[in-house]
């Protein structure tokens, strides 16, 4: 046998130990056949002695160390419990990795922890992936499921199994979960969510605690979800099996009742509950028999508000609500209720009639109590016809009163199901197809098992012989496929164990033949079991214990379990009695009488009946067991009637400790749920199976003869009969060789063996080669050595015969330098005393023609001034004769002009018709003269205030020069006295002047002191305030980084609700045509076809404004008048410009002249220009008036301090300096009143001649239209729908991508502005609102086509632009543009978000295009050919059923495509010229996107995580690199989304061995987080014999680093594929548009428009 050669020196083999197991070995002997032991290493290093009988006593050989932690369990080259319990424990506690394959099985371990692998971003990463590609998740599975059931177009099942604590409900929650995920994508209803709802429902009035797990279902629950044609959920239907009602009376210690009991006595307090009179749980006998009233980690009050949301969203009315919550508290009242004995021998019970808990029941229920008290303690017989009542005994009253409570609460949760599934169920269309999840107990034994566990076991029997018949029927199916000559393989059928169970006079026949005898028992029914299982007829997997009589043992599947008899009746019956029915038939409550009334017409999987009197009505009702088995074989013809999938939950310890694994338990439940049995059917056959393609690249090196890819498998065939001489160890297929078990491992001994060989023979040549290369060497040295000391020494005889002349040379410099330095110095004294003579002879002559120089200057300077002044003195008198020449012919002028003016009949002659126009200006020109009196008073007022102030002053300073002079002179004759006195002053004077001179100098120091001060502390303060711009620059530039940030999130947040209102719009409109088809399908309506396209305005019209405000409204009231509306508008137009000169007209009894008309606009500017004029003369008045205050408040002060101070001359010279300047800022003053006066003239003659002028221009027919007028386009009303129709909707795509960028909407806004500048303002906001609704149509019309959806961009940016820079905020200091007067506010913020619609719905194009080749084109794709060639993975998982085949060849995604998709969104966008910005913008979200596909497909990915793939990929993203940089497109934060796939790709590359490398992938992997780098280094898989697997040490070490690096990171694995970057369009104002810049086609056909 060719495997006893694998038990060489050094091998790996499995020992079985008491503890661990199995423990692992290492052979330190070669085995010989006929040996009687082995000796072995065991892993602690201990040596031992293995016994070897035979060679099949041999231990378990383990498998090579490249197979280690392998993702599914049949790819293992040895097929064995050790090896699976090895691999399993490797993979979860060190790759911390808690599923694995097992063939078409999902193994599921309990991490006993929150894992971050459930988000969306991993559903986006699973959906629409292949089963094999992909790392092992509950998503792969149901991503399987769905992608079958679509394609297929057949039924699916889920099946999750496993003990009670494995997990088995979490996963189905997330099966739902992906479902309601992917199949809600296409239309997003309401059903994903009430099928999601359904799960905190079930879990509150269905899960319980139990020793084993917090969470435990006790009931199994089979979940059909309904799909329609496109792939959606349209329904669902639930099917639940075996409720453990006993639970609901008693509970084992440390468990807990059904979490609903608990989550409302935590709820007591709330208003609504109040009513129940509930308490704590420990105050109920229901609730706190187990001990444990909480659960730690769980809030039971948010668990109900979490439970009453999903009954909303359900449907379920909160009146239901609260009745179905009475119920329920009633159950736990009912328990409550004392029941005591009496009577001779306690055969009789009572109820106090005070009882507290039996009254609120009863309140609770609507029931009569004292009927409830009387029937809980009396039963009634039927005898001989008549009927009797019997009263119980106190323990058959107690269990009356738990099987009603049981009963009731039975029947509570089958409504509550039924309920679900009208909520679930589809009114719209049949399911086509469903997948079916499966959540249902897994195999329990426990130290006392009963009738509960029986059931379980024998549902797990059933599930266990379809589990092995459709893995043998799936590796049968594999053998016929590849044409195999096979023989049948055995596997293990229990249909023995079945048979016993529910066959003919099986225990079920006979448990219920049992139930139907007046006075059976649990012993009778074991004496049958033992007289027909073990006596008349012996069944193998049937016996009996040996110490007691009332139990027995069936051999399962999974293990032996003794199960004890006590209670099996009773549970089986489950009956109540029909005089409790009656008196819940009789409630007050609605929904109890439901309850009750619903017994009769339940369906077959209900659990109980109801006991009656009569033994006929009795009998015939069905069992638990006949119920349950009638279920079962339901559930079983639909799983046999669907394609199965398997998930195997694991419960790793019984401590619910974190990533903890106990061997002997996980052992026991693989035992249990099939895994082992999976393998060993596969081992059985064929475990091993390879391509031709594979084989040969992998063992090329053992292959004979020419070695070339296309003759693979001829090369294949030839070579194995050599390699392995057993023929019955392999088979060849059509595509692929097959293996048994251990021979892959023979293979990789051989091939090693040979690698071996070749390297010794590559070392010989190597170190032949070495040794000739250092001989080389030192030949090479020596000759070298030779030649430098020969070459020293003719160096050493030169250097000294330079050293000879050198010294010659230098005593010749030295001589020569000596010589020429005196001669030098000689030289120079001479020059330096003729220098000197010859400049003192020079400067003597400089200051002689100085001199002269001077005197003629002051001469021309005196001569000069003598010139001047005479000639300002003649230039004076004649300016002076011109003023009064002039100001006389102004005066006569003027006067002229007046009487000019006073003859009105002169004037009408002139100007017919102008004399309304005239006494309308006549009335400004007064109103404004009276403004310009009351300026003038004003400012004489002032002048006036100021000239007396000025003569105050005057008065004052005379004043003060009068007193100077009237003192009296001093007196000549001067006393001795006085002298004295004089002279003791003067002393004192020069003793004070002494004083202060040396108070002085100390002032002076203590000033210098203070100023040192001062510039330390002013140099301080610099640097302070540098520091502290420093400081406040960060924190600004932080603050508006977070405000970026902020305004980022908002924008984004905001464009979210944009595209989540596009999304709804779309389900409306959906619903709108299926709405319509319906009505259509009833009865077709005939609709004309002359009928045209119609489009409603996005908002109602604006209010007009109220008439007549004032008499002469407002310049921009006058402006958004219109002048050109047609007749009835302006008619009953409240602000045409008639109605007010007509008021006017009759006021001043002015005929009116029809045929002078002036135009209202000009007559609005030129009113608007003396407005303007008025303001700005007003302001610098009191601009004016402020600082001449300023100025007066200045001298006043200054004059007070100096009437308060001394007199003296030079305050007196200060204040005449202050005086003289205010009288030169009065005359400043004066002048500039002057100026303002001729001002007011100029405008009151600009009012008086404008009326000629503008008369004039009106009256000339051939003057051209206002520039805001020129270069429109003129609609007219009935040709807007045409107009819409053949720029918009109708347009055709190859007519639409030839126009010019922008031509619709630039062809819109002239329309739009020729009827706003009309003066219709209805019509312009009614054009502009259909072009927006036809352009939002359009869009959705061409929501596939990217040129389409970047045009219609490109126009509605552009309409958006033109009307936001026509706005009237936009155009307030401009002189080119005149705004829009009508308010397009409204549709401008339309636009706006129609054009983050058709931004998004552009990205989304090339996203869906993107999405299903980013990673086939950017991680699978060769584009480097043969560099991956020889790197095959060792192990190769075989293809599961259903799996989507990959394409192949030339018909794979490369990175081309990935380019083509870009570079046509790029062409789209350059071709309607969008700003570059806005180009960058969309790529950087959508390399994003290829960033966040790739790398969360290359986490969750081990086929991908090796380094020759590593080059791949890098290469691959060169080119995507190379593509922005040649378009330019790098500026927009591209390099920074691609810096976490180049980082990931950098780690596959890099070392990773030592310490040095740990820190090197810390410090650049900066882009990644911490999870992501430990999840590659996991799955980091070594492709050839050259690389190695990334050690445990080594992930531990970068972890460490990691976290001490930085804790700023938010935990995450996989990145948000769905996230957006807000868009920000840059502002870019249009040039003004005209009609001759627009180049119009033919064939858009809008020759209707008119040039305006």
Same mark, same amino acid.
């Given at each position: 046998?060719?495997?006893?050669?694998?038990?060489?020196?050094?091998?790996?083999?499995?020992?079985?130990?008491?503890?661990?197991?199995?423990?692992?070995?290492?052979?330190?002997?070669?085995?010989?056949?006929?040996?009687?032991?082995?000796?072995?290493?065991?892993?602690?290093?201990?040596?031992?002695?293995?016994?070897?009988?035979?060679?099949?006593?041999?231990?378990?050989?383990?498998?090579?160390?490249?197979?280690?932690?392998?993702?599914?369990?049949?790819?293992?080259?040895?097929?064995?419990?050790?090896?699976?319990?090895?691999? %399993?424990?490797?993979?979860?506690?060190? +790759?911390?990795?808690?599923?694995?394959?097992? &063939?078409?099985?999902?193994?599921?371990?309990?991490?006993?922890?929150?894992?971050?692998?459930?988000?969306?971003?991993?559903?986006?990463?699973?959906?629409?992936? #292949?089963?094999?590609?992909?790392?092992?998740?509950?998503?792969?599975?149901?991503?399987?499921?769905?992608?079958?059931?679509?394609?297929?177009?057949?039924?699916?099942?889920?099946?999750?199994?496993?003990?009670?604590?494995?997990?088995?409900?979490?996963?189905?929650?997330?099966?739902?979960?992906?479902?309601?995920?992917?199949?809600?994508?296409?239309?997003?209803?309401?059903?994903?969510?009430?099928?999601?709802?359904?799960?905190?429902?079930?879990?509150?009035? &269905?899960?319980?605690?139990?020793?084993?797990?917090?969470?435990?279902?006790?009931?199994?629950?089979?979940?059909?979800?309904?799909?329609?044609?496109?792939?959606?959920?349209?329904?669902?239907?639930?099917?639940? +099996?075996?409720?453990?009602?006993?639970?609901?009376? =008693?509970?084992?210690?440390?468990?807990?009742?059904?979490?609903?009991?608990?989550?409302?006595?935590?709820?007591?307090?709330? !208003?609504?509950?109040?009513?129940?009179?509930?308490?704590? !749980?420990?105050?109920?006998?229901?609730?706190?028999?187990?001990?444990?009233?909480?659960?730690?980690?769980?809030?039971?009050?948010?668990?109900?508000?979490?439970?009453?949301?999903?009954?909303?969203?359900?449907?379920?009315?909160?009146?239901?609500?609260?009745?179905?919550?009475?119920?329920?508290?009633?159950?736990?009242?009912?328990?409550?209720?004392?029941?005591?004995?009496?009577?001779?021998?306690?055969?009789? *019970?009572?109820?106090?009639?005070?009882?507290?808990?039996?009254?609120?029941?009863?309140?609770?229920?609507?029931?009569?109590?004292?009927?409830?008290?009387?029937?809980?303690?009396?039963?009634?017989?039927?005898?001989?016809?008549?009927?009797?009542?019997?009263?119980?005994?106190?323990?058959?009253?107690?269990?009356?009163?738990?099987?009603?409570?049981?009963?009731?609460?039975?029947?509570? =949760?089958?409504?509550?199901?039924?309920?679900?599934?009208?909520?679930?169920?589809?009114?719209?269309?049949?399911?086509?197809?469903?997948?079916?999840?499966?959540?249902?107990?897994?195999?329990?034994?426990?130290?006392?098992? *009963?009738?509960?566990?029986?059931?379980?076991?024998?549902?797990?029997?059933?599930?266990?012989?379809? =589990?092995?018949?459709?893995?043998?029927?799936?590796?049968?199916?594999?053998?016929?496929?590849?044409?195999?000559?096979?023989?049948?393989?055995?596997?293990?059928?229990?249909?023995?164990?079945?048979?016993?169970?529910?066959?003919?006079?099986?225990?079920?026949?006979?448990?219920?033949?049992?139930?139907?005898?007046?006075?059976?028992?649990?012993?009778?029914?074991?004496?049958?079991?033992?007289?027909?299982?073990?006596?008349?007829?012996?069944?193998?997997?049937?016996?009996?214990?040996?110490?007691?009589?009332?139990?027995?043992?069936?051999?399962?599947?999974?293990?032996?379990?003794?199960?004890?008899?006590?209670?099996?009746?009773?549970?089986?019956?489950?009956?109540?009695?029909?005089?409790?029915?009656?008196?819940?038939?009789?409630?007050?409550?609605?929904?109890?009488?439901?309850?009750?009334?619903?017994?009769?017409?339940?369906?077959?999987?209900?659990?109980?009946?109801?006991?009656?009197?009569?033994?006929?009505?009795?009998?015939?009702?069905?069992?638990?067991?006949?119920?349950?088995?009638?279920?079962?074989?339901?559930?079983?013809?639909?799983?046999?009637?669907?394609?199965?999938? +398997?998930?195997?939950?694991?419960?790793?310890?019984?401590?619910?400790?974190?990533?903890?694994?106990?061997?002997?338990?996980?052992?026991?439940?693989?035992?249990?749920?099939?895994?082992?049995?999976?393998?060993?059917?596969?081992?059985?056959?064929?475990?091993?199976?390879?391509?031709?393609?594979? =084989?040969?690249?992998?063992?090329?090196? $053992?292959?004979?003869?020419?070695?070339?890819?296309?003759?693979?498998?001829?090369?294949?065939?030839?070579?194995?009969?050599?390699?392995?001489?057993?023929?019955?160890?392999?088979?060849?297929?059509?595509?692929?060789?097959?293996?048994?078990?251990?021979?892959?491992?023979?293979?990789?001994?051989?091939?090693?063996?040979?690698?071996?060989?070749?390297?010794?023979?590559?070392?010989?040549?190597?170190?032949?080669?070495?040794?000739?290369?250092?001989?080389?060497?030192?030949?090479?040295?020596?000759?070298?050595?030779?030649?430098?000391?020969?070459?020293?020494?003719?160096?050493?005889?030169?250097?000294?015969?330079?050293?000879?002349?050198?010294?010659?040379?230098?005593?010749?410099?030295?001589?020569?330098?000596?010589?020429?330095?005196?001669?030098?110095?000689?030289?120079?004294?001479?020059?330096?005393?003729?220098?000197?003579?010859?400049?003192?002879?020079?400067?003597?002559?400089?200051?002689?023609?100085?001199?002269?120089? @001077?005197?003629?200057?002051?001469?021309?300077?005196?001569?000069?001034?003598?010139?001047?002044?005479?000639?300002?003195?003649?230039?004076?008198?004649?300016?002076?004769?011109?003023?009064?020449?002039?100001?006389?012919?102004?005066?006569?002028?003027?006067?002229? %002009?007046?009487?000019?003016?006073?003859?009105?009949?002169?004037?009408?002659?002139?100007?017919?018709?102008?004399?309304?126009?005239?006494?309308?200006?006549?009335?400004?020109?007064?109103?404004?003269?009276?403004?310009?009196?009351? %300026?003038?008073?004003? $400012?004489?007022?002032?002048?006036?205030?100021?000239?007396?102030?000025?003569?105050?002053?005057?008065?004052?300073?005379?004043?003060?020069?009068?007193?100077?002079?009237?003192?009296?002179?001093?007196?000549?004759?001067?006393?001795?006295?006085?002298?004295?006195?004089?002279?003791?002053? /003067?002393?004192?004077?020069?003793?004070?002047?002494?004083?202060?001179?040396?108070?002085?100098?100390?002032?002076?120091? /203590?000033?210098?002191?203070?100023?040192?001060?001062?510039?330390?502390? *002013?140099?301080?303060?610099?640097?302070?305030?540098?520091?502290?711009?420093?400081?406040?620059?960060?924190?600004?530039?932080?603050?508006?980084? @977070?405000?970026?940030?902020?305004?980022?999130?908002?924008?984004?947040?905001?464009?979210?609700?944009?595209?989540?209102?596009?999304?709804?719009?779309?389900?409306?409109?959906? $619903?709108?045509?299926?709405?319509?088809?319906?009505?259509?399908?009833?009865?077709?309506?005939?609709?004309?076809?002359?009928?045209?396209?119609?489009?409603?305005?996005?908002?109602?019209?604006?209010?007009?404004?109220?008439?007549?405000? *004032?008499?002469?409204?407002?310049?921009?009231?006058?402006?958004?008048?219109?002048?050109?509306?047609?007749?009835?508008?302006?008619?009953?137009?409240?602000?045409?410009?008639?109605?007010?000169?007509?008021?006017?007209?009759?006021?001043?009894?002015?005929?009116?002249?029809?045929?002078?008309?002036?135009?209202?606009?000009?007559?609005?500017?030129?009113?608007?220009?003396?407005?303007?004029?008025?303001?700005?003369?007003?302001?610098?008045?009191?601009?004016?008036?402020?600082?001449?205050? #300023?100025?007066?408040?200045?001298?006043?002060?200054?004059?007070?301090?100096?009437?308060?101070?001394?007199?003296?001359?030079?305050?007196?010279?200060?204040?005449?300096?202050?005086?003289?300047?205010?009288?030169?800022?009065?005359?400043?003053?004066?002048?500039?009143?002057?100026?303002?006066?001729?001002?007011?003239?100029?405008?009151?003659?600009?009012?008086?001649?404008?009326?000629?002028?503008?008369?004039?221009?009106?009256?000339?027919?051939?003057?051209?239209?206002?520039?805001?007028?020129?270069?429109?386009?003129?609609?007219?009303?009935?040709?807007?729908?045409?107009?819409?129709?053949?720029?918009?909707?109708?347009?055709?795509?190859?007519?639409?991508?030839?126009?010019?960028?922008?031509?619709?909407?630039?062809?819109?806004?002239?329309?739009?502005?020729?009827? #706003?500048?009309?003066?219709?303002?209805?019509?312009?906001?009614?054009?502009?609102?259909?072009?927006?609704?036809?352009?939002?149509?359009?869009?959705?019309?061409?929501?596939?086509?990217?040129?389409?959806?970047?045009?219609?961009?490109?126009?509605?940016?552009?309409?958006?632009?033109?009307?936001?820079?026509?706005?009237?905020?936009?155009?307030?200091?401009?002189?080119?543009?005149?705004?829009?007067?009508?308010?397009?506010?409204? %549709?401008?913020?339309?636009?706006?978000?129609?054009?983050?619609?058709? +931004?998004?719905?552009?990205?989304?194009?090339?996203?869906?295009?993107?999405?299903?080749?980013?990673?086939?084109?950017?991680?699978?794709?060769?584009?480097? !050919?043969?560099?991956? &060639?020889?790197?095959?993975?060792?192990?190769?998982?075989?293809?599961?059923?259903?799996?989507?085949?990959?394409?192949?060849? &030339?018909?794979?995604?490369?990175?081309?495509?990935?380019?083509?998709?870009?570079?046509?969104?790029?062409?789209?966008?350059?071709?309607?010229?969008?700003?570059?910005?806005?180009?960058?913008?969309?790529?950087?979200?959508?390399?994003?996107?290829?960033?966040?596909?790739?790398?969360?497909?290359?986490?969750?990915?081990?086929?991908?995580?090796?380094?020759?793939?590593?080059?791949?990929?890098?290469?691959?993203?060169?080119?995507?690199?190379?593509?922005?940089?040649?378009?330019?497109?790098?500026?927009?934060?591209?390099?920074?989304?691609?810096?976490?796939?180049?980082?990931?790709?950098?780690?596959?590359?890099?070392?990773?061995?030592?310490?040095?490398?740990?820190?090197?992938?810390?410090?650049?992997?900066?882009?990644?987080?911490?999870?992501?780098?430990?999840?590659?280094?996991?799955?980091?898989?070594?492709?050839?014999?050259?690389?190695?697997?990334?050690?445990?040490?080594?992930?531990?070490?970068?972890?460490?680093?990691?976290?001490?690096?930085?804790?700023?990171?938010?935990?995450?694995?996989?990145?948000?594929?769905?996230?957006?970057?807000?868009?920000?369009?840059?502002?870019?104002?249009?040039?003004?548009?005209?009609?001759?810049?627009?180049?119009?086609?033919?064939?858009?056909?809008?020759?209707?428009?008119?040039?305006?």
């Amino acid at each position: 046998m060719a495997t006893l050669e694998l038990y060489s020196k050094g091998a790996s083999v499995w020992v079985p130990d008491p503890d661990a197991v199995w423990v692992s070995a290492q052979l330190l002997q070669d085995y010989r056949p006929g040996e009687k032991q082995l000796l072995l290493q065991l892993s602690d290093g201990n040596e031992v002695h293995y016994p070897v009988d035979s060679p099949s006593d041999l231990p378990l050989l383990g498998n090579p160390d490249i197979l280690e932690g392998e993702n599914d369990l049949t790819a293992l080259s040895f097929l064995h419990e050790p090896a699976v319990l090895h691999n %399993l424990r490797i993979r979860f506690l060190d +790759y911390s990795s808690i599923y694995t394959y097992c &063939g078409i099985v999902l193994v599921a371990i309990n991490p006993y922890d929150q894992l971050p692998i459930y988000g969306e971003e991993v559903i986006d990463a699973y959906s629409g992936q #292949d089963m094999t590609d992909m790392e092992p998740h509950i998503f792969s599975v149901a991503e399987e499921a769905y992608c079958t059931m679509t394609r297929e177009e057949k039924n699916q099942s889920i099946i999750i199994s496993g003990e009670s604590g494995s997990g088995k409900t979490v996963s189905a929650k997330f099966t739902m979960r992906y479902f309601a995920v992917v199949g809600g994508a296409a239309q997003q209803t309401s059903v994903e969510d009430r099928v999601l709802a359904s799960n905190p429902i079930m879990e509150s009035i &269905g899960n319980a605690k139990t020793t084993r797990n917090d969470n435990s279902s006790r009931f199994g629950k089979y979940i059909e979800i309904g799909f329609g044609k496109k792939g959606d959920i349209i329904g669902a239907n639930m099917r639940t +099996y075996l409720l453990e009602k006993s639970r609901v009376v =008693f509970q084992a210690s440390a468990e807990r009742n059904y979490h609903i009991f608990y989550q409302l006595c935590a709820s007591r307090e709330l !208003p609504e509950m109040r009513s129940l009179k509930l308490d704590a !749980p420990e105050h109920f006998r229901y609730t706190n028999q187990g001990g444990d009233m909480q659960i730690p980690g769980t809030d039971d009050l948010s668990d109900l508000e979490r439970t009453r949301n999903a009954f909303t969203i359900l449907g379920v009315q909160p009146d239901q609500q609260v009745e179905l919550f009475r119920i329920l508290s009633a159950v736990l009242h009912l328990g409550n209720v004392s029941i005591q004995a009496s009577g001779r021998g306690s055969d009789r *019970s009572y109820i106090d009639a005070e009882d507290r808990s039996l009254a609120v029941f009863s309140k609770l229920l609507g029931v009569e109590g004292s009927q409830m008290a009387h029937w809980l303690c009396h039963r009634r017989l039927a005898v001989g016809g008549e009927m009797l009542v019997k009263p119980m005994s106190g323990q058959q009253a107690l269990g009356a009163r738990d099987a009603l409570a049981k009963h009731i609460y039975g029947q509570l =949760f089958t409504w509550t199901v039924q309920r679900l599934n009208s909520a679930l169920h589809s009114q719209r269309q049949k399911a086509k197809s469903f997948i079916g999840v499966l959540d249902i107990y897994g195999f329990e034994t426990f130290e006392r098992n *009963s009738f509960e566990q029986f059931c379980i076991n024998y549902a797990n029997e059933k599930l266990q012989q379809q =589990f092995n018949r459709h893995v043998f029927h799936l590796e049968q199916e594999e053998y016929v496929r590849e044409e195999l000559a096979w023989s049948r393989i055995e596997f293990s059928d229990n249909q023995q164990c079945i048979t016993l169970i529910e066959g003919q006079l099986g225990m079920f026949d006979l448990l219920d033949e049992e139930c139907r005898m007046p006075k059976g028992s649990d012993e009778n029914w074991v004496c049958k079991l033992y007289d027909q299982h073990l006596t008349s007829k012996p069944h193998p997997h049937f016996r009996k214990p040996r110490m007691s009589n009332s139990a027995f043992i069936v051999l399962h599947f999974a293990d032996m379990v003794q199960y004890e008899c006590e209670g099996f009746l009773d549970k089986n019956r489950d009956t109540v009695f029909e005089e409790l029915i009656n008196i819940l038939k009789a409630s007050q409550s609605e929904l109890v009488a439901e309850l009750v009334q619903q017994q009769g017409n339940v369906p077959a999987v209900t659990n109980g009946s109801v006991r009656s009197g009569k033994r006929a009505t009795r009998e015939h009702k069905m069992t638990v067991g006949f119920q349950f088995r009638q279920s079962l074989q339901m559930l079983m013809d639909t799983l046999n009637s669907t394609t199965p999938h +398997y998930v195997r939950c694991i419960k790793p310890n019984d401590l619910k400790e974190p990533f903890m694994f106990d061997p002997k338990r996980t052992v026991q439940q693989l035992r249990a749920c099939g895994v082992l049995e999976t393998i060993r059917i596969s081992a059985a056959g064929y475990p091993s199976r390879w391509t031709y393609e594979e =084989f040969f690249s992998r063992y090329r090196v $053992l292959l004979r003869g020419p070695r070339s890819q296309e003759r693979a498998q001829a090369s294949c065939r030839q070579a194995l009969p050599q390699l392995i001489q057993d023929p019955d160890q392999y088979c060849f297929g059509k595509t692929k060789v097959f293996f048994r078990a251990g021979q892959v491992a023979l293979l990789e001994r051989l091939r090693a063996e040979r690698l071996r060989v070749a390297a010794v023979i590559i070392q010989s040549r190597v170190r032949g080669w070495l040794a000739r290369i250092a001989y080389t060497r030192i030949l090479w040295a020596a000759v070298t050595i030779q030649r430098y000391s020969r070459g020293a020494l003719a160096r050493r005889l030169a250097l000294t015969l330079r050293y000879t002349k050198a010294a010659l040379v230098i005593q010749k410099t030295y001589r020569t330098v000596v010589v020429r330095q005196l001669f030098l110095m000689i030289r120079q004294a001479t020059i330096t005393i003729q220098a000197f003579t010859r400049g003192t002879f020079a400067r003597r002559t400089y200051r002689q023609l100085l001199a002269e120089k @001077a005197a003629v200057l002051l001469q021309a300077r005196v001569r000069g001034w003598l010139a001047r002044q005479a000639y300002r003195r003649v230039h004076a008198a004649v300016v002076f004769m011109q003023c009064c020449v002039r100001r006389r012919a102004a005066r006569r002028e003027l006067q002229k %002009l007046k009487t000019e003016a006073r003859s009105v009949e002169k004037y009408r002659e002139l100007n017919k018709g102008m004399e309304v126009k005239l006494m309308q200006l006549q009335l400004r020109a007064d109103q404004e003269a009276r403004e310009s009196s009351a %300026l003038r008073e004003t $400012l004489s007022t002032e002048r006036e205030t100021t000239s007396a102030e000025l003569e105050a002053l005057r008065a004052t300073i005379q004043k003060l020069e009068k007193q100077k002079q009237d003192k009296p002179p001093p007196c000549p004759v001067i006393s001795e006295k006085e002298v004295e006195d004089r002279r003791r002053a /003067e002393e004192k004077a020069a003793q004070e002047i002494l004083q202060l001179k040396q108070e002085l100098k100390a002032l002076q120091m /203590e000033k210098d002191s203070f100023y040192k001060e001062r510039e330390d502390l *002013s140099a301080r303060l610099i640097e302070q305030e540098k520091t502290q711009d420093e400081s406040v620059h960060r924190a600004v530039s932080q603050a508006s980084a @977070a405000l970026r940030a902020e305004l980022d999130e908002e924008r984004r947040k905001y464009q979210g609700l944009l595209r989540e209102f596009t999304r709804l719009e779309q389900r409306y409109d959906n $619903l709108r045509e299926m709405s319509l088809l319906t009505e259509r399908t009833k009865g077709h309506g005939r609709t004309d076809s002359n009928q045209g396209l119609s489009f409603e305005p996005l908002s109602p019209s604006p209010t007009p404004l109220s008439p007549f405000p *004032s008499a002469f409204p407002s310049p921009e009231e006058v402006r958004r008048v219109s002048v050109t509306s047609p007749g009835p508008e302006r008619r009953f137009s409240p602000w045409s410009f008639e109605t007010p000169m007509d008021q006017l007209m009759e006021k001043m009894d002015v005929t009116k002249d029809p045929v002078v008309k002036l135009k209202g606009e000009d007559l609005a500017h030129a009113y608007d220009a003396v407005r303007v004029a008025n303001k700005f003369l007003e302001s610098q008045l009191r601009k004016q008036r402020s600082q001449w205050e #300023d100025e007066m408040e200045a001298v006043r002060r200054q004059l007070g301090q100096a009437n308060s101070g001394s007199s003296s001359a030079a305050l007196t010279r200060e204040q005449q300096e202050l005086l003289e300047a205010s009288e030169h800022e009065c005359v400043r003053l004066r002048r500039e009143l002057k100026e303002l006066r001729n001002t007011v003239s100029l405008r009151r003659l600009l009012a008086q001649v404008l009326p000629s002028a503008l008369t004039t221009e009106g009256s000339c027919l051939s003057q051209p239209k206002p520039a805001a007028a020129f270069g429109l386009m003129e609609c007219r009303k009935k040709d807007e729908t045409k107009l819409i129709k053949n720029l918009i909707t109708d347009i055709r795509v190859d007519s639409a991508l030839s126009l010019s960028p922008g031509l619709p909407a630039s062809v819109l806004f002239l329309c739009v502005r020729q009827a #706003d500048c009309s003066g219709d303002h209805a019509r312009a906001r009614s054009l502009c609102s259909a072009a927006v609704t036809a352009m939002k149509a359009v869009l959705k019309k061409h929501m596939n086509d990217v040129d389409m959806t970047a045009l219609w961009l490109k126009n509605i940016c552009l309409l958006h632009d033109l009307l936001t820079q026509h706005s009237p905020k936009k155009t307030l200091g401009s002189d080119e543009l005149v705004p829009l007067t009508a308010d397009m506010s409204d %549709l401008i913020r339309t636009l706006s978000n129609l054009s983050i619609q058709a +931004y998004q719905q552009l990205l989304c194009i090339t996203e869906t295009r993107l999405q299903n080749i980013i990673v086939p084109a950017l991680l699978e794709s060769e584009t480097i !050919p043969g560099l991956s &060639g020889a790197a095959v993975k060792l192990g190769v998982s075989r293809k599961r059923a259903g799996s989507d085949p990959r394409t192949v060849g &030339g018909d794979a995604p490369t990175m081309a495509s990935v380019l083509r998709e870009l570079g046509a969104l790029h062409a789209a966008l350059t071709h309607q010229a969008l700003p570059h910005t806005l180009m960058e913008q969309a790529v950087h979200q959508l390399t994003y996107l290829i960033c966040a596909s790739a790398l969360n497909s290359l986490l969750l990915r081990k086929d991908m995580c090796c380094w020759n793939r590593g080059m791949q990929i890098r290469y691959n993203l060169s080119l995507l690199e190379e593509w922005l940089r040649s378009r330019g497109l790098q500026a927009g934060g591209t390099g920074a989304t691609l810096e976490p796939l180049i980082q990931a790709v950098q780690l596959l590359q890099v070392g990773k061995k030592t310490e040095v490398d740990a820190q090197a992938i810390a410090q650049t992997c900066t882009a990644l987080s911490s999870q992501q780098i430990v999840k590659i280094l996991t799955l980091y898989t070594p492709h050839s014999d050259l690389d190695e697997r990334v050690t445990l040490n080594f992930i531990r070490t970068v972890q460490g680093l990691l976290k001490s690096q930085s804790n700023s990171q938010p935990p995450h694995l996989l990145m948000d594929v769905r996230r957006v970057f807000p868009v920000t369009f840059p502002h870019s104002p249009p040039p003004i548009l005209s009609t001759e810049q627009l180049v119009i086609p033919d064939s858009l056909k809008i020759s209707f428009l008119r040039r305006a």
